[in-house]
């Protein structure tokens, strides 16, 4: 069975930097790509970013780029999200999301088979 | 960037009926690379359809979608009490991108 299990969200001021991790178990990590998608409280959703299955693409919606870092450890079955300068508008529950492909492109996609539960990030002084 | 935009916003129906849900893209999708999820209170989404008209593992045959180019739909043939949920489209073939939901209401 398929499971992610996301971790790291919490009440961070703005201007600080969080890191959310996602544990990953009962598929072959490294064959997939991986996503993170946001939801603002009451609101729809929004895809942050994704990485291939080796680390080699990586991509980033306009309203995070420079500020969020993707990355991966196939070694341990985990992906991230490193955070930086965050704001109010970055408030949301973030998902990790898997691929089923094992590549990222920027200018074509595909859909997310699994989602995990998500971990609640919330920008506020 | 593709915008997708579902409607209605809302619909109430009952159990037993047949539900319509619709997503209009602004600029054609390429390939029906247009996904269908649905989100429950609490719950992360679950894919439902992919490719405009296949399901996903799992997915009961009364859900149903159609469509290309920029008009696809959700059908949900005969609607179970579990089914009342919001519905999301997405769209994969440029970036990728959400539509801003439809929920589905118990009349």
């Known amino acids: 069975e398929v499971q992610l299990v996301e971790s790291g969200g919490g009440l961070v001021q703005p201007g600080r930097s969080l890191r959310l991790s996602c544990a990953a178990s009962?598929?072959?990590?490294?064959?997939?790509?991986m996503h993170w998608v946001r939801q603002a409280p009451g609101k729809g959703l929004e895809w942050v970013s994704g990485v291939s299955w080796n680390g080699g693409n990586i991509g980033y919606a306009d309203s995070v780029k420079g500020r969020f870092i993707i990355s991966r450890d196939n070694a341990k079955n985990s992906l991230y999200l490193q955070m930086n300068s965050l704001r109010a508008e970055d408030t949301a529950l973030y998902y990790c999301a898997k691929d089923p492909t094992p590549n990222y492109y920027d200018s074509s996609g595909y859909y997310f088979d699994y989602w995990g539960q998500g971990t609640l990030v919330t920008v506020s002084s | 960037e593709i915008v997708l935009t579902q409607s209605p916003g809302t619909l109430s129906l009952s159990p037993g009926e047949r539900a319509t849900l619709s997503c209009r893209a602004s600029q054609s999708v390429s390939s029906s690379y247009l996904a269908w999820y649905q989100q429950k209170p609490g719950q992360a989404p679950r894919l439902l359809i992919y490719g405009a008209s296949s399901r996903a593992t799992g997915i009961p045959d009364r859900f149903s979608g159609s469509g290309s180019g920029t008009d696809f739909t959700l059908t949900i043939s005969r609607l179970e009490p579990e089914d009342f949920a919001v519905y999301y489209c997405?769209?994969?073939?440029?970036?990728?991108?959400f539509g801003q939901g439809t929920k589905l209401e118990i009349k």
């Open positions: 997405q769209q994969y073939g440029s970036s990728r991108t």
């Open positions: 009962g598929f072959t990590f490294d064959d997939y790509a």
